[in-house]
């Protein structure tokens, strides 16, 4: 049978049958000598892990308030705050006034003209020196820095050399760092406490090697503990340790140092797909002392980081194949179980098997499928956002226009509806309240208090231009834009 489901440890045959070493081989800059873990405590101490599963479903930090990375914090669980308004809102403001935000790309359907922002394309809203800042990043090659209140410029835009499809991230200690990918091959580093803003560092997607696929960088990065997390298009994962601190002047200075990077795709995976298409698209997530992201090979995998501080060189410890191209991010909940969510392209038996909405326990290790719910009877099919954890379900949308929340414990659709397709955006559930784009570029909202009952319409309110990134909320207002080349504040009247 293909795909094989393993929980990894060293050896080849715990892997699924990939081969050894070659092009698998991860890089490694750590120290050579790892420091001994401490020993003689009879008394658990706090947890003192990379990312405390306590944390599911909470703020990113408490240095920084805000909704700082795609899905906003590192288990991808995080939406924002309220009051939601449960009337029909206003729009607010527009940017620019008058549409645009658009730019050319190329790319293999050859070059043409983008406009707005997509998929994921969620902005970061934060407090900063006492007003609240959206950055995002758009298809006119720029990142935006605006004014959450009056929607102007509160410094100029940031140029890079092609379109911008992630989330950016807001660095989550406090320093004045914006992170940001492009299409233009680069990974950034950009600081805010200049008259502009000023790029520190970028990472190329050809710094490492091997690569497959191509050189974007779509996932939002995740900063912990001065360490970069980020999965690339260039088919690689990669870990930078960023030095950040202040000069004589006050300036916020890095000085990063690739540290690990591993290919994110094994032989198995190859032989399995029969192509190239293994490209990192999602936002890793971390939980405990492990990262998982998965590729556009469908291949979903676990690094365990415990040592990296130490000088211990990270390894894999969980891998199982979705079958098909799996961009969207895993949302992780509180047991450290794993919702994901994959496309359906391929068409592969392995697709079939296993669905295309899946809950996986990791903890299980001959068989972390613990449910799943297909979607793969019709055209266009598979799931491109990630799903939102809400009480006892988790909520996602689908290629054809479908939105379903699933019981999270046994895999029961407990409700469903649809919306003009395609809806690649995440749901966002704050206050009890759903809000979600369609592609005829209306935003919705719905009262999913009772998780038991289909949701209930609260109120539309039509943007234009097909919504295909994911809305982001902070004190009861909704930040979106759409691909008509706008971006929106909407809040209630």
Same mark, same amino acid.
């Given at each position: 049978m293909v795909g094989l489901v393993a929980v990894l440890g060293l050896t080849a045959c715990e892997s699924g049958g990939g081969d050894p070493p070659g092009e698998v081989t991860p890089s490694w800059s750590g120290s050579a000598s790892p420091t001994p873990a401490a020993s003689g405590d009879a008394k658990p101490a706090a947890f003192t892990g990379w990312s405390d599963p306590a944390l599911v479903g909470k703020p990113y930090g408490s240095k920084v308030q805000g909704l700082l990375t795609f899905r906003g914090n590192p288990t991808r669980t995080y939406y924002g705050t309220g009051p939601m308004p449960r009337k029909t809102p206003a729009r607010?403001?527009?940017?620019?006034?008058?549409g645009g935000l658009c730019g050319k790309s190329t790319d293999e359907k050859g070059t043409r003209v983008w406009c707005g922002t997509g998929w994921t394309g969620q902005p970061a809203v934060f407090e900063r020196d006492g007003r609240t800042w959206v950055v995002f990043g758009a298809y006119d090659?720029?990142?935006?820095?605006?004014?959450?209140?009056?929607?102007?410029?509160i410094l100029p835009d940031f140029p890079t050399g092609d379109i911008i499809k992630g989330s950016v991230t807001i660095d989550p200690d406090g320093f004045p760092l914006v992170y940001s990918g492009s299409r233009d091959n680069f990974y950034r580093v950009i600081a805010i406490d200049r008259g502009r803003p000023t790029e520190l560092w970028k990472l190329s997607a050809r710094a490492v090697s091997p690569t497959l696929w191509n050189d974007d960088f779509d996932g939002a990065g995740l900063i912990l503990d001065d360490y970069l997390f980020l999965g690339g298009e260039n088919s690689q994962f990669h870990i930078v340790k960023l030095n950040r601190k202040y000069a004589a002047d006050g300036k916020v200075t890095v000085k990063p140092k690739l540290v690990f990077n591993a290919p994110g795709w094994d032989a198995q995976l190859l032989r399995d797909v029969d192509d190239r298409m293994v490209s990192i698209e999602n936002s890793v997530a971390v939980v405990g002392n492990v990262v998982y992201?998965?590729? &556009?090979?469908?291949?979903?995998?676990?690094?365990?980081i415990s040592g990296l501080k130490q000088g211990r060189k990270p390894k894999r410890v969980f891998r199982f194949w979705t079958g098909d191209d799996t961009d969207a991010s895993i949302a992780v909940d509180e047991t450290g179980a794993l919702y994901v969510g994959s496309e359906y392209e391929r068409g592969t038996a392995r697709s079939k098997q296993v669905g295309q909405m899946m809950k996986l326990d990791p903890k299980r290790r001959d068989n972390p499928s613990v449910w799943h719910v297909d979607d793969h009877a019709r055209k266009p099919a598979g799931i491109w956002g990630s799903p939102a954890l809400h009480k006892d379900i988790a909520i996602f949308d689908t290629q054809g226009g479908e939105v379903l929340g699933v019981d999270r414990a046994d895999g029961t659709v407990r409700w469903r509806f649809e919306l003009p397709g395609p809806t690649w955006q995440s749901p966002v559930v704050v206050d009890d309240v759903l809000v979600i784009g369609d592609c005829n570029g209306v935003l919705h909202a719905y009262d999913v208090a009772d998780t038991t009952a289909a949701p209930k319409p609260l109120?539309?309110?039509?943007?234009?231009?097909? /919504?295909? &990134?994911?809305?982001?909320?902070?004190?009861?207002? /909704?930040y979106v834009g759409t691909r008509a080349g706008g971006f929106h504040a909407v809040a209630a009247r």
């Open positions: 607010k403001w527009q940017f620019p006034r008058s090659h720029k990142i935006h820095f605006l004014d959450a209140e009056s929607g102007e410029r992201f998965a590729n &556009s090979g469908g291949l979903v995998q676990g690094w365990d109120w539309k309110i039509k943007l234009g231009g097909c /919504i295909e &990134s994911t809305p982001a909320v902070w004190k009861g207002r /909704i």
